[in-house]
């Protein structure tokens, strides 16, 4: 146990509502990650934050933006949902700088009506 | 841009026999790492390869990583029913200091 966990673990909303997904860490990690996961994609980076304040964009961050104020929490927004945007949202974590693996939270479903 | 490539993406097998998911990827890196998906959960780390020729084994899984070939293996011996999962491989490009890059999956099921 990684001590990851993401908040709402489901959600279902409608097309053009803003949906805010946590994920918060207790092992004081510097690297957080937002993936989404969709049946013949695999997983795919959507943003990254390598320190507070610090956030990078990964290969599908159309649509998406991100935020960290403090170590343990990164936030994923998605500021007017659309249906293409229901997937399966996992974060993860990564101490980096050496040969550590990254560890995955369990994940959120989210519907997008 | 790094690219890596699992086959096959499905894969059935029957109890008892022995087969290789293979992991190809696309520029120079020495580190590899395997994850499983159980249906329904998170993924689960599996093996952590940092070098040429790293192998590494767990029960009836072992991963082995020729850097110079770009490719990692992933063998199954005797499969038994508990191995049907998801299996990815996830390359890191730059040491620890960017995110990992995962391949499709691949998603193997054991029959009787």
């Known amino acids: 146990d990684a001590g990851i966990t993401q908040s709402p673990r489901h959600k279902v909303t409608e097309t053009g509502t803003p949906v805010t997904l946590r994920c918060h860490q207790t092992e004081n990690h510097r690297y957080m990650y937002w993936y989404r996961q969709d049946p013949g994609h695999g997983l795919r980076l959507i943003h990254y934050?390598?320190?507070?304040?610090?956030?990078d964009k990964g290969e599908v961050s159309d649509g998406y933006s991100v935020s960290r104020s403090k170590t343990e929490d990164f936030l994923l927004t998605l500021e007017s949902a659309t249906s293409s945007q229901t997937s399966v949202y996992f974060c993860?974590?990564?101490?980096?700088?050496?040969?550590?693996?990254?560890?995955f939270g369990p994940g959120t479903r989210l519907t997008v009506l | 841009e790094l690219k890596v490539e699992q086959n096959p993406l499905f894969l059935s097998m029957q109890e008892g026999k022995n087969y290789t998911i293979y992991c190809n990827y696309s520029?120079?890196?020495?580190?590899l790492y395997w994850y499983r998906q159980d249906p329904g959960k998170s993924l689960e780390s599996l093996f952590v390869l940092l070098s040429n020729g790293a192998v590494k084994q767990e029960g009836r899984l072992m991963a082995s990583l020729d850097t110079k070939a770009r490719l990692s293996t992933l063998h199954i011996t005797a499969a038994v029913h508990d191995l049907s999962a998801t299996y990815f491989c996830a390359v890191d490009q730059f040491s620890g200091n960017t995110p990992l890059v995962f391949g499709k999956g691949t998603r193997l099921s054991v029959i009787a």
């Open positions: 934050s390598y320190g507070v304040k610090d956030t």
């Open positions: 993860a974590i990564r101490k980096g700088g050496g040969s550590d693996t990254q560890y």
């Open positions: 520029t120079t890196s020495d580190r």
